[in-house]
């Protein structure tokens, strides 16, 4: 196991509330962000420019962007945003966006559900805007879904999501992360995974995006990094889920993850006290229970 460095995006702000059902105030969301940047993290993902219609808890992204990238935190870290099409791409670079992210599924009933059309269609709305973010300077990642499994379709190939990988590398993603949606994934599944996935891909062009419904997220980062995988997608709390993706839960931790990497003697720039209290903010606030182990560990003492 090398002890490089990881990489931490934090998708807690987007991924973390995009399904909850309580108001969360652009004021509470820029307070996280805040919170989560002074505990180390240096790229968080802050809002998504999708239609408000299909996901109301993201309605105030311009203001969020807007407010993060004209203050002083947008010289300590990078807040990549969501974008489904050209129409949220320009909102977005509008707001002050200096990155972004696309975001496609390995299954086509997952793709009609969450973004209303298929898995190529997705990608043909994805050209111009990769065009527009080439011109504008500005980056853009991937993000693949139900890389391990679908709410709707069950099992989903390997050699699909390699495929898929593959294609939004080639389109100008700088980097993609692989989406375990529904959190069903087991080790060995996401060892061969990335196996497969590295084929086609360096695999330094790969994240880890494991949802914890199934509490194998932990033991997923893991097999991944054996796989050679350097970056990781979590949410701090464990926050979250996809509204359209019924009874998946929130991300991996990102209080377990860096604890994980202590462990390990990997490196992740965090300072665990200062995210387990962002963590506990956020839920007091939400008046919600800490899905973080380690967080409810730390609390505890
Ligand atoms: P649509 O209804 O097919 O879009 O939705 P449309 O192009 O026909 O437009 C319909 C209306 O939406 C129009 O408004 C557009 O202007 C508007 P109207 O004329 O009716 O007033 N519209 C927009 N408004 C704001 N921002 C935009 C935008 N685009 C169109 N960007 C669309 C297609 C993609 C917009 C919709 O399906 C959508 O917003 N989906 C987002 C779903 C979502 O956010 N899901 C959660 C994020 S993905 C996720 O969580 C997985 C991930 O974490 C990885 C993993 O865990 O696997 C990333
Ligand atoms: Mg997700």
């Known amino acids: 196991m090398p002890s490089d460095a990881v990489k931490i995006v934090e998708v807690g702000p987007r991924d973390g509330l995009q399904n909850e059902p309580s108001d969360v105030s652009t004021a509470q969301k820029l307070a996280l962000i805040e919170a989560l940047v002074d505990a180390g993290l240096a790229c968080v993902e802050a809002t998504a420019f999708v239609s408000p219609r299909w996901v109301p808890q993201m309605a105030d992204h311009a203001e969020v962007l807007t407010t993060l990238m004209r203050g002083p935190l947008a010289q300590r870290a990078r807040f990549p945003v969501l974008t489904p099409n050209l129409k949220g791409y320009e909102a977005a670079r509008d707001a002050g966006a200096r990155e972004v992210a696309v975001f496609a599924a390995a299954s086509e009933a997952f793709s009609q559900k969450n973004i209303n059309c298929s898995i190529d269609e997705s990608l043909a709305r994805f050209r111009p805007l990769l065009e527009a973010a080439a011109q504008d300077g500005i980056a853009v990642r991937g ?27 080639s389109a100008g993603c700088y980097e993609v992360s692989l989406g375990d949606t529904i959190g069903v994934g087991t080790p060995h599944q996401t060892r061969a995974l990335i196996e497969s996935v590295s084929r086609r891909i360096p695999v330094s062009l790969v994240a880890g995006h494991f949802h914890d419904t199934y509490g194998q997220a932990l033991a997923n980062v893991y097999a991944a990094m054996e796989a050679g995988v350097r970056v990781f997608d979590a949410s701090v709390a464990g926050l979250g889920g996809c509204p359209y993706a019924k009874g998946a839960s929130g991300n991996l931790a990102t209080e377990d993850l860096v604890y994980l990497c202590q462990g390990l003697g990997v490196d992740t720039g965090v300072d665990l006290e200062k995210l387990v209290t962002a963590g506990d903010d956020i839920c007091q606030a939400l008046g919600r229970a800490n899905q973080s182990r380690v967080a409810r560990a730390m609390l505890a003492k």
């Open 143 to 169: 993000y693949l879904s139900c890389v391990l499994g679908c709410p709707y379709s069950g099992a989903v190939s390997a050699h699909k999501v390699s495929e898929l990988a593959a294609r939004l590398i």
